[in-house]
């Protein structure tokens, strides 16, 4: 069975940290891209961060770029979002993606995580 799982999210004061793990099952993640996304109660889904498979390139969106940081680890299948000095706007649900290289776009994802809430507030 295809499946990737997030894990991480909670609730956490502002300027606080999480860390998202996104971990693959039935297939293998290093020939895709993996993405997270997140959508705000009342938004559209948006981009946050995407991280390459072929040569580990990063792209964060404007919001979080100093803040958060995208790593994986194709041995463990797992790929993570390190969340730091948190602010009440990065309230979402934040979904992790297998997107189809090389792009990084929503239209290209082959399989979605079933999302984890993250909620910053004091």
């Known amino acids: 069975q295809v499946q990737l799982v997030e894990s991480g999210g909670g609730l956490v004061q502002p300027g606080g940290s999480l860390r998202l793990s996104c971990a693959a099952s039935?297939?293998?993640?290093?020939?895709?891209?993996i993405g997270w996304f997140r959508q705000a109660p009342g938004k559209e889904r948006e981009g946050v961060s995407c991280?390459?498979?072929?040569?580990?390139?990063?792209y964060y969106a404007d919001s979080v770029k100093g803040r958060f940081t995208i790593s994986r680890d194709n041995a463990k299948n797992t790929v993570y979002l390190q969340m730091n000095s948190l602010k009440p706007e990065d309230t979402a649900v934040y979904y992790c993606?297998?997107?189809?290289?090389?792009?990084?776009?929503?239209?290209?994802?082959?399989?979605w995580g079933q999302g984890t809430q993250v909620t910053v507030s004091s």
């Open positions: 993606a297998a997107v189809r290289p090389p792009l990084c776009g929503s239209q290209d994802v082959d399989y």
């Open positions: 039935g297939f293998t993640l290093d020939y895709y891209v």
């Open positions: 991280i390459s498979s072929s040569d580990g390139s990063t």
